[in-house]
Nanobody, 126 residues
């Protein structure tokens, strides 16, 4: 049974950066689309970023971002290390949320998220 584990969350001031990581224990996710969602207090979980399976060992496949993070966040992967990253720059207080790594059911992000990690808290202070 594959389990996703996130790390890298924390407290940062507005304008700062954090890098989230996701690893898969008990398997690999190199043949699936992967993504990040987030959930702020009192709000529904929302899509943040994703990439399709394919490309080279460190990416090259199509990536997708929600409008509010375009130009600030970058999703990437390292298949050899079984890692998915979310580099978050120019953070804003509205980015405060629990961030979840997800493995999609298929090879593109047009399929449904299937596996979820436990989440990592990101808090951005004004």
């Amino acid at each position: 049974q594959v389990q996703l584990v996130e790390s890298g969350g924390g407290l940062v001031q507005a304008g700062g950066s954090l890098r989230l990581s996701c690893t898969a224990s008990g398997g690999t996710f190199s043949r699936y689309a992967m993504g990040w969602f987030r959930q702020a207090p009192g709000k529904e979980r929302e899509f943040v970023a994703a990439f399709n399976w394919g490309g080279g060992p460190t990416g090259g496949s199509p990536t997708y971002y929600t409008d509010s993070v375009k130009g600030r966040f970058t999703i990437s992967r390292d298949n050899a290390k079984n890692l998915v990253h979310l580099q978050m720059n120019s953070l804003k207080p509205e980015d405060t949320a629990v961030y979840y790594c997800t493995q999609y059911h298929g090879q593109t992000y047009f399929s449904s998220p299937e596996l979820w990690g436990q989440g990592t808290q990101v808090t951005v202070s004004p």
